[in-house]
């Protein structure tokens, strides 16, 4: 019994530890429930920045809507320019229906003036016929009265008659003749001349017929181009619709784009960092190496400007001085002459050196003298635009203010006189720009003509005076004649006013299309011009960045050149101590001597080549630079040329103005001016850039001359080396010779530098030149100058003929008042009650044709409100998706319980026969205890077995946090798609594919769903496969224990319970527990240790308690027989313990084992089989799995696994020994 204490004080201690350790994962579990209200928070912090930028969409939209009211604006507009344009094509129609009726009425006129003509040409020749007979019959008369005289006078009385009157003479009878010839010639003259004019007439009415076909086809295009304008409108509704989408789109595209242009300009930043950090360490390496070799060979040498000549004469004397002295030395001692050899050498090679470093000097200046060159003329060049940007500036407020002006007086002239011209101005103003070119040909057609009909007119009425004073008889005709003619005036007068009109608002319309074409260009050269300014400034920044690091360059150059200047006279006293040393290495070179030749041989003529080559470039670059100074000059007579071209125009437009007589022809010839002004200015601004091209060409081979002067002296200073080293090899006698040698190649260098110097001052020359061209240039600009000052004076011209032509159009619009006044009559008001009732019906059709279209705009209005407002409720069901979402996240997988609902619905119940089970675990926990006396003996094992546990949980934990970061990116992806969604809410366009997109996620999810419950049912076959394995499997060792046990013992009641053992073991069934005896109420040797004694048989609760624990006791034992590769997936009484304490647990904390259910997945590896009879009775649909719900705890304890050390017979013999 002490032992047993013993035993129950260590379970009580570890039963402590338990509670301990699950107060930790207690704490554990609120750390995790606490970072799970972070991300809670998170959460509804991103569902707070949803919002906002569902309050931004939102604003977006309300934008749109005041887009979409601008448009309908527009719309509304557009209808007024249409009804408009309806009522021009009313005017129009009246306008052709009275010259229709106009037409109709000189033709009756004309054929009652043929009838009358015809009618008096019948009665003259009547006349003249009846005056020719009654001449006839006088003459007869005459003749016969002269017979009759003579007859009697001779026979008769001597007295004649007194009443007998004298006949006419045959004077006067051929003086009538002649009258009568006369007038029958005046007659058939002026008969032709009215045929003429009928001819005339008909002229002019084919003219109006022209006119009419004319106007019928402005009309007819008049429509076509109000359909255009009704398919304009719908496809700019159109354009509406897609240019919102598009800025839609585009704005959301800009935020994600901006972000990753943020990014990449980070990354390119970085990366432009890391370059630079690495060029300046290489810099600084190089600068290390190179004072280190500085330092090392102290052969760097580096003079100024001034004391060049002066400094490397006197180190000339005193190395002279000083290799004069040693070779005495030398020859004193008798030292060999090598040494002196070696010791020129290094002299030459310093010679070298300091003219590198000369050239270097010199490169430096001449760069930074271009440098400064350039930034002149890039000073000179913003100069100039400023200047060229303050003139445009000018002439854009002068072409205002004219415009300004031009539209007062215009609008002035038409107020005051005629109201109606504004609406065929407005027009025709659309109407001109299709029809300029043709109107304008058939008007010049139409004034020709009318200036030879009015050049005939007057001649028609000089030859109607005449006739009215020669004939009397056709006054009637001439009356009737005058009276058609001032009507067919009055009509031409109407014509020729309307056609002026027309001209004149066409030119109008010319000139202000013009003047706006010139505005725009003018606004567009400004805007470019500034653009240039801000280049030109950014460049000039950038250049005086560049000047600034090149002077802080070569400042830092100069100061190290200097440094260098000291370290090398420092140099020079220890070279002279080291000379000695060198002429003793010079021995050792003497074996290479011989090697050393041939190869120097070699290069020599290597050399030589190379000059060669050299030169022949040279002469070639002198080529091209004669090839361009003929080029020069004849850009330079070109430009002379243009010069005089823009002198002789500049003449004839001053002649044009002086005669000032602005007609058609004039303003074409003025026009034809200022294309070839143009013209001209294009060839000048060609000639221009050729000579910008050559100045470039010029500096290229400028500096392509310095790179072969460069050349030549590298050429040269090899060639120095190279004949120091071939005299370095020879003797000391020929020292001398070596001497005159480099005096030579001395004197060719002086005069390569002065070929040089040639070349370098044909350069400038031709820089000069280049120069001296600018004036030129520069005349140019005064001409174009002076060119706008001429196109000024040109607009200022037609100014003064747009007063005029205002002022004419005043006159004619008043003498067409007057005209049309006098012209009225009941005939044309009745034609006009008739073509105002048949345009009344066709107005009316055009207003319900139009009512229909404002109906079908209005529809589409609606049909784009209803959109909009399903946008919206899109919008708003994407909000609460996002808010469903950020829901789901907090809940973490409610959605997935739905679709586990048979998995929930069999939790349920196991939790709620866990509920029943409760109380009686309370009552078991006693026999525990005494239970947990077999499990001393585990102690040790046991707290191995805890730390594994510990650890695997914490694997779990991990797991778990792994698969909620998992559910947290599946989140983002879900806010990703959320944010995809919002965009296809926005593109209406797009709403089809994003509704297919998440029919197709939804599909995805489905699949997804029915994966899921594939594994599930797939884990399920397996735990039932697992538990029906589990099931047949039946350790020997166990039988074999239980059937000594039930041999070994004496008592009745102890075999009956050892007999029940085997039957829970062997699966009995009700009959055979009958035929072997176990259903008859016996006490259990168990029982009386657990506390339990004889029960009667009434109490149904204990005997099915103590079941129970037979149940779990067998169980164990079953696990505990089987080998250790099946323990570790199988549980211990200890956790079946602590399952009945999590489903305590469990039952008083349902709402939060719902939550964590979602979270947290089953583990696959520590699933607890349950074969228990009684369990298998009651749900066997259920196959012993664990809640899927729990707390930790519960997960935990359920998934314990203790590996057994011992054997379970040797553990039923002490307990039974314990009985």
Same mark, same amino acid.
């Given at each position: 019994m002490q032992?047993? @204490?013993?035993h129950?004080?260590?379970?009580?201690?570890?039963?402590?530890? $338990?509670k301990q350790?699950?107060?930790?994962r207690?704490?554990?579990?609120e750390?995790a429930?606490?970072?799970q209200?972070?991300?809670l928070d998170?959460?509804?912090q991103s569902a707070?920045?949803?919002k906002?930028?569902q309050e931004?969409l939102?604003h977006r939209?309300?934008?749109?809507e005041?887009?979409?009211k601008?448009s309908?604006m527009?719309?509304?507009?557009?209808?007024?320019l249409?009804d408009k344009?309806?009522?021009?094509?009313?005017?129009l129609?009246?306008?052709?229906r009275?010259a229709?009726t106009?037409r109709?009425?000189?033709?009756k006129?004309?054929?009652?003036?043929?009838?009358a003509?015809?009618?008096k040409n019948?009665?003259?020749?009547?006349n003249?016929?009846?005056?020719g007979?009654?001449s006839?019959?006088e003459?007869?008369?005459v003749?016969?009265a002269?017979a009759?005289g003579s007859?009697?006078?001779?026979?008769?009385?001597?007295?004649?008659?007194p009443?007998?009157?004298?006949p006419?003479?045959?004077e006067?009878?051929?003086?009538?003749l002649?009258s009568?010839e006369?007038?029958i010639?005046e007659?058939t003259?002026t008969?032709?001349q009215m045929?003429?004019a009928?001819l005339?007439k008909q002229?002019?009415i084919?003219?109006l017929?022209?006119?009419?076909?004319e106007l019928e086809?402005?009309l007819r295009?008049?429509?076509?181009?109000?359909e255009?304008?009704?398919?304009?409108?719908?496809l700019?509704?159109?354009?509406?619709t897609?240019q919102?989408?598009?800025?839609?789109?585009?704005?959301e595209?800009?935020?994600?784009g901006?972000?990753?242009?943020?990014?990449?300009?980070l990354g390119?930043?970085?990366?432009?960092n890391?370059?630079?950090r690495q060029?300046?360490?290489t810099?600084i390496?190089?600068?290390k190496?190179?004072?280190?070799i500085?330092?090392?060979k102290q052969e760097?040498?580096?003079?100024?400007?001034? #004391?060049t000549?002066?400094?490397?004469?006197y180190?000339?004397?005193k !190395?002279?001085?000083?290799l004069?002295a040693?070779i005495?030395?030398?020859?004193?001692?008798?030292q060999?002459?090598?040494?002196l050899?070696?010791?020129w050498?290094s002299?030459?090679e310093?010679?070298?050196?300091l003219d590198?470093?000369e050239?270097?000097l010199v490169d430096?200046?001449?760069?930074?003298l271009?440098?400064?060159h350039?930034k002149k003329?890039?000073e000179?060049?913003?100069?100039?635009?400023?200047?060229q940007?303050?003139?445009?500036m000018?002439n854009?407020?002068?072409?205002l203010n004219?415009?300004?002006k031009?539209?007062?007086?215009? $609008?002035?002239t038409?107020e005051?006189?005629?109201?109606?011209?504004?609406?065929?101005?407005?027009?025709?103003?659309?109407?001109?720009?299709h %029809?300029?070119e043709?109107s304008?040909?058939?008007q010049?057609?139409?004034?020709t003509?009318l200036?030879?009909s009015q050049?005939?007119?007057?001649?028609?009425s000089?030859?109607?005076?005449?006739?009215e004073?020669k004939?009397?008889?056709q006054?009637?005709l001439?009356?009737?004649l005058?009276?058609?003619?001032?009507?067919?005036d009055e009509?031409?007068k109407l014509?020729?006013?309307n056609?002026?009109?027309?001209?004149?608002?066409?030119?109008?319309?010319?000139?202000?299309? =013009?003047k706006l074409a010139?505005?725009?260009k003018?606004?567009?050269t400004?805007r470019?011009?500034e653009g240039?300014l801000e280049s030109l400034?950014?460049? !000039?920044?950038f250049?005086?960045?560049e000047?600034e690091?090149k002077?802080?360059?070569?400042k830092t150059s100069?100061d190290?050149h200097?440094i260098?200047?000291a370290?090398?006279?420092s140099?020079?006293?220890?070279?002279?101590?080291?000379l000695r040393e060198q002429l003793?290495?010079q021995?050792?070179?003497?074996q290479?001597?011989e090697?050393?030749e041939?190869?120097?041989?070699?290069?020599?003529?290597?050399?030589?080549?190379?000059l060669a080559?050299?030169?022949?470039?040279?002469?070639?670059?002198?080529?091209k630079l004669?090839?361009?100074?003929a080029l020069?000059?004849?850009?330079q007579?070109?430009?002379?040329?243009a010069?005089?071209?823009t002198?002789k125009?500049?003449e004839?437009l001053l002649n044009?103005?002086?005669q000032?007589?602005?007609s058609?022809?004039?303003t074409?010839?003025i026009q034809?001016?200022q294309?070839?002004l143009?013209?001209?200015?294009?060839?000048i601004?060609?000639n221009?850039? =050729?000579l910008?091209k050559l100045?470039?060409?010029?500096?290229a081979?400028e500096?392509?001359?310095?790179?072969k002067a460069v050349?030549?002296?590298?050429?040269e200073?090899q060639?120095?080396e190279?004949?120091?080293?071939?005299?370095?090899n020879?003797?000391?006698d020929?020292?001398?010779n070596?001497?005159?040698?480099i005096?030579?190649?001395?004197q060719?260098?002086?005069?390569l530098?002065?070929a040089l110097q040639?070349?370098h001052q044909?350069n400038t020359?031709?820089?000069?030149?280049?120069?001296?061209?600018?004036?030129?240039?520069?005349?140019?600009k005064d $001409?174009a100058?002076?060119?706008?000052?001429?196109?000024d004076q040109?607009?200022?011209?037609k100014e003064k003929?747009d007063?005029?032509?205002?002022?004419l159009?005043?006159?004619q619009?008043?003498?067409?008042?007057l005209?049309q006044?006098q012209?009225?009559?009941?005939?044309?008001?009745?034609?006009?009650?008739?073509?105002?009732?048949?345009?009344?019906?066709?107005l009316l059709e055009?207003?319900e044709?139009?009512?229909?279209?404002?109906?079908?705009l209005?529809? #589409?209005?609606?049909e784009?409100?209803s959109?909009?407002?399903?946008?919206?409720?899109?919008?708003?069901?994407?909000s609460?998706?996002y808010?469903?979402?950020?829901i789901?996240?907090?809940q973490q997988?409610?959605?997935?319980?739905?679709?586990?609902a048979?998995?929930?619905q069999q939790?349920?119940?196991l939790l709620?026969?866990?509920?029943q089970?409760?109380d009686?675990?309370l009552?078991?926990q006693?026999? @525990?205890t005494n239970?947990q006396?077999?499990?001393?003996?585990?102690?040790? #094992?046991?707290?191995?077995?805890?730390e594994?546990?510990?650890q %695997?949980i914490?694997?779990?934990m991990?797991?778990?946090?792994?698969r909620?970061g998992?559910?947290?990116?599946e989140?983002?992806?879900?806010?990703q798609?959320?944010?995809?969604?919002?965009q296809g809410?926005?593109?209406?366009a797009?709403?089809?594919d994003?509704?297919e997109?998440?029919?197709?996620?939804i599909?995805?999810?489905?699949?997804e769903v029915?994966?899921?419950?594939?594994?599930?049912?797939?884990?399920e076959?397996?735990?039932?496969?697992?538990e029906?394995?589990?099931t047949d499997?039946?350790?020997k060792s166990?039988i074999?224990s239980?059937?000594?046990g039930?041999?070994?013992?004496?008592?009745?009641?102890?075999?009956?319970q050892v007999l029940r053992?085997?039957?829970?073991? @062997?699966?009995?069934n009700?009959?055979?527990a009958?035929?072997v005896?176990?259903?008859?109420q016996?006490?259990?040797?168990?029982?009386?240790i657990?506390?339990?004694?004889s029960?009667?048989?009434?109490?149904?609760?204990?005997?099915?308690?103590?079941d129970n624990?037979?149940?779990a006791?067998?169980?164990?034992?079953?696990?505990?027989?089987q080998?250790l590769?099946?323990l570790q997936s199988r549980?211990?009484?200890?956790?079946m313990?602590?399952?009945?304490?999590?489903?305590?647990t469990?039952?008083?904390s349902?709402?939060s084992?719902a939550?964590?259910?979602t979270?947290?997945?089953l583990?696959?590896n520590?699933?607890?089989?349950?074969?228990?009879p !009684?369990a298998?009775?009651?749900?066997?649909?259920?196959p012993?799995t664990?809640?899927?719900?729990?707390?930790?705890?519960s997960?935990?304890?359920?998934?314990n696994e203790?590996?057994?050390s011992?054997?379970?017979s040797?553990?039923l013999?002490?307990?039974l020994?314990?009985?």
């Open positions: 032992d047993v @204490l013993e129950k004080t260590q379970l009580a201690g570890q039963v402590a530890n $338990l350790q699950q107060a930790d207690l704490v554990e579990h750390l429930n606490a970072r209200q972070k991300l998170e959460l509804r707070a920045v949803a906002e930028q931004q939102q939209v309300e934008l749109q005041a887009e979409l601008r309908v527009e719309l509304a507009e557009m209808q007024e249409l344009r309806g009522q021009d094509n009313a005017e129609i009246e306008r052709v009275l229709e106009e109709d009425r000189l033709l006129d004309l054929e009652e003036s043929r009838l003509k015809e009618k019948s009665e003259s020749s009547s003249s016929s009846s005056t007979k009654h006839e019959d003459f007869i008369v003749r016969q002269d009759t007859g009697s006078a001779s026979g008769s009385d001597p007295d004649p008659d009443e007998v009157t004298s006419p003479s045959k006067k009878l051929r003086d009538r002649v009568l006369s007038q010639s007659l003259l008969n032709t045929q003429d009928q005339e002229l002019g084919n003219l017929g022209e006119q009419l076909a086809k402005r295009l008049s429509e076509a181009e109000k255009q304008l009704q398919l304009d409108l719908q700019r509704l159109q354009q509406l897609v919102n989408q598009e800025l839609k789109l585009h704005a595209a800009e935020q994600e901006h972000a990753q242009d943020l990014e990449e300009q390119a930043l970085r990366q432009e890391q370059r630079l060029e300046l360490d810099s390496a190089q600068a190496f190179r004072q280190a500085a330092e090392e760097i040498t580096d003079l100024d400007d001034t #004391d000549t002066e400094y490397g004469t180190e000339l004397d !190395l002279r001085a000083l004069q040693e005495e030395d030398r020859l004193g001692s008798s060999p002459q090598q040494k050899e070696r010791a050498n002299l030459s310093r010679w070298h050196r590198i470093v050239q270097r430096v200046q001449n760069q930074q271009v440098s400064e350039e003329t890039l000179a060049d913003i100069s100039q635009y400023i200047l940007c303050d003139e445009l000018k854009n407020e002068l072409l004219e415009l300004d031009y539209k007062r007086n215009k $609008l002035e038409i005051e006189h005629h109201e109606e011209t504004i609406v065929q101005l407005e027009a025709q103003l659309e109407e001109a720009r %029809r300029l043709a304008l040909s058939c010049q057609q139409m004034e003509k200036s030879s050049e005939k007119a007057p001649l028609e000089e030859l109607l005076a005449k006739l004073q004939v009397q008889e006054l009637q001439q009356e009737q005058t009276s058609v003619k001032k009507e067919l009509k031409t014509l020729e006013r056609e002026e009109q027309l001209t004149k608002q066409q030119q109008q319309i010319q000139e202000d299309q =013009e010139e505005l725009s003018l606004r567009e400004l470019r011009k240039d400034e950014e460049q !000039l920044t250049i005086k960045q000047l690091e002077s802080n360059q070569l100069q190290q200097k260098q200047l370290k090398i006279q140099q020079l006293q220890v070279e002279q101590e080291k003793q290495q021995e050792r070179l003497e290479q001597k090697l050393m041939v190869d120097q041989n070699q290069q020599l003529t290597n050399i030589k080549k190379e080559e050299a030169t022949s470039q040279l002469f070639e670059c002198q080529e004669t090839v361009k100074e020069l000059a004849e850009i007579q070109q430009l002379l040329e010069s005089e071209e002198t125009l500049q004839q044009k103005e002086q000032s007589g602005l058609s022809e004039q074409s010839q034809e001016l294309e070839q143009l013209t001209k200015e294009q060839e601004q060609k221009q850039a =050729e910008a100045q470039e060409a010029l500096q081979n500096e392509q001359l310095l790179t050349e030549l002296q590298a050429m200073l060639l120095q190279k004949e120091s080293q071939l005299q370095s020879q003797a000391a020929q020292s001398e070596l001497q005159q040698a005096d030579a190649l001395g060719e260098k002086n005069e530098i002065k040639q070349k044909e020359q031709y820089y000069a030149e280049i120069q001296r061209l600018q004036p030129f240039e520069q005349q140019l $001409l100058k002076e060119r706008e000052k001429l196109q040109i607009a200022f011209l003929s007063i005029l032509t205002t002022n159009l005043t006159e619009t008043n003498q067409r008042l005209q006044q012209a009225e009559s009941q005939e044309q008001q009745a034609s006009v009650q008739r073509d105002l009732e048949r345009l009344r019906a066709h055009v207003e044709l139009h009512t229909q279209e404002t109906v079908e209005q529809r #589409d209005l609606e784009s409100r959109r909009q407002a399903v946008l919206e409720q899109q919008v708003s069901k994407s609460t998706a808010t469903s979402a950020s789901r996240a907090n997988a409610e959605t997935l319980q739905a679709q586990h048979l998995l929930q939790r349920d119940e709620a026969k866990l509920g089970y409760e009686r675990e009552k078991q006693a026999a @525990l239970l006396c077999a499990l001393e003996q585990f102690q040790n #094992d046991k707290d191995h077995d805890i594994m546990a510990t %695997r914490r694997r779990e991990q797991t778990q946090l792994d909620q998992q559910l947290q990116q989140m983002g992806a879900l806010q798609q959320l944010a995809e969604a919002n809410l926005r593109a209406a797009r709403l089809s994003q509704l997109a998440g029919q197709q996620t599909a995805v999810l489905r699949d029915e994966s899921l419950k594939e594994a599930n049912g797939q884990l076959q397996r735990l039932s496969s697992s029906s394995s589990q499997k039946i350790d166990l074999k239980l059937l000594i039930y041999v070994v013992s004496g008592h009745a009641g102890d075999k009956q053992m085997i039957s829970s073991v @062997l699966d009995f009700a009959q055979e009958d035929k005896g176990l259903n008859k016996q006490s259990s040797w168990l029982g009386s657990l506390g339990g004694g029960v009667p048989a009434t109490s149904s609760g204990s005997s099915r308690g103590n624990l037979v149940q006791f067998v169980q164990f034992l079953e696990q505990e027989s080998p590769a099946q549980p211990t009484l200890l956790s313990s602590g399952q009945m304490d999590g489903a305590t469990s039952s008083s349902t709402s084992a939550a964590a259910a979270t947290l997945s583990p696959t520590a699933q607890i089989p349950s074969t228990a !009684l298998s009775q009651q749900d066997p649909a259920a012993g664990p809640p899927v719900g729990g707390s930790p705890q997960l935990a304890m359920g998934s203790f590996a057994p011992r054997n379970s040797s553990i013999k002490d307990i020994s314990d009985s």
